[in-house]
């Protein structure tokens, strides 16, 4: 499928990296299909929206930088996607890039959930207030040396 993106131009997506959110992320709640795509900051991905070329997100895989991450989610609200196995889930955070010297965070508090097995994903808040929504990914990667406590 070919993508209109925010910052790449049009490129080609295959189907298996489109993703639907059922119901949106919080704040875009109408928008529900993007395209995962490698981007040029690895090992973020870009997560763009095929229904808004103005609408992209940088993700990340937390367990990058975090290790001892959890995300303890109920059931009944992973059924939502179809999650029944755990070997289906792949989390990702949202990233946010800094204007000029700020900090490089994810979302640690509302990650999102990914089965992989349908590609289908939801975005939750945890009740955990170990995470914040500004976990600072380069502080966190110099400390990895010494492994992160998050």
Do not use: W
Not at 37 to 55: A, F
Not at 82 to 90: E, I, Q
């Amino acid at each position: 499928m070919e993508v209109k993106t925010k910052t790449m131009g049009t490129v080609e997506v295959p189907d298996e990296r489109i993703i639907t959110l059922p119901d949106g992320l919080f704040g875009f709640e109408e928008f529900k299909k993007y395209a995962l795509i490698e981007s040029e900051y690895q090992p973020l991905l870009l997560m763009q929206s095929i229904e808004e070329q103005g609408l992209s997100f940088y993700i990340i895989d937390p367990f990058l930088f975090c290790s001892n991450y959890e995300v303890d989610v109920e059931d009944r609200i992973l059924e939502r996607i179809g999650l029944t196995d755990p070997a289906d889930v792949c989390v990702m955070t949202i990233v946010t890039l800094p204007a000029k010297g700020n900090q490089v965070t994810a979302n640690l508090e509302g990650p999102l959930i990914i089965n992989r097995k349908n590609n289908k994903c939801l975005q939750v808040i945890l009740s955990n207030d170990r995470y914040t929504t500004k976990y600072d990914i380069i502080a966190a990667l110099k400390a990895k040396a010494g492994e992160s406590q998050c």
